[in-house]
């Protein structure tokens, strides 16, 4: 299996108008601002979308974004092993913004507009941390692990360029797709 194909900012700023481009990031991220004309197909949920994705791909070129190009590269190796080819934006929607491009923010009533999958790490992991400091000074000592136990993680978070803290956010409420949300992303996909 080759290495999924990456597209610059620019190069996929001029092709915009013949891509399909997939936003892999959760429903709140998304809100926040995304690609023009991006599909909202949340990591997570790409194997049941496997079907659409493959007949969007077999039209035409499908890009996967997320906020950095990690989730997105990840999301094109899984699709790879799928048999379809798609490519990835370097450096993800903060690439795309840091380039001068302006995101879709969906009208505010449409969105449930949140904090960034990474915002939310690093105040849940923060929250914890402070949570098992305190609790290790004012309850008992061995509470402190608790702080050490999400150093630890963070450490394998960036030594894998993976977070598992990240996939258990992303299954709260106000992560996850409204069923209706992801049902029209995949007919969107399939009258592609």
């Known amino acids: ?20 481009v997939i936003d892999v990031r959760t429903p ?3 809100a926040s601002g995304h690609l023009p004309g991006a599909l909202n197909i949340p990591l997570d949920h790409l194997q049941r979308a496997l079907p659409e994705i493959r007949h969007a791909a077999g039209r035409g070129e499908v890009l996967v974004v997320c906020a950095s190009g990690a989730r997105s590269q990840n ?6 092993e799928q048999g379809i080819a798609t490519a990835t934006l370097a450096g993800g929607t ?3 913004t840091a380039g001068g491009h302006d995101l879709h923010t969906p009208v505010a ?23 098992g400091i305190v609790l290790g ?9 608790l702080s050490a136990a999400i150093a630890g993680g963070l450490v394998y978070s960036a030594l894998t360029d993976t977070c598992g803290m990240a ?10 797709p409204r069923g209706a949300d992801l049902d029209a992303a995949l007919a969107a996909l399939r009258d592609r």
């Open 1 to 20: 299996m080759t290495a999924p194909v990456t597209f610059a900012v620019d190069q996929a700023r001029t092709r915009l108008h013949e891509l399909t």
């Open 137 to 145: 000074l004012l309850v008992h000592p061995a509470l402190l692990a």
């Open 167 to 176: 996939a258990v956010l992303g299954k709260l409420p106000h992560n996850r």
């Open 109 to 131: 009533c449409d969105t449930r507009a949140g904090w960034s999958m990474e915002r939310q790490v690093r105040f849940t992991a923060g929250s914890v941390v402070l949570l």
């Open 28 to 30: 709140a991220e998304y």
């Open 75 to 80: 999301a094109c190796k899984l699709l790879a």
């Open 94 to 96: 903060g690439a795309w």
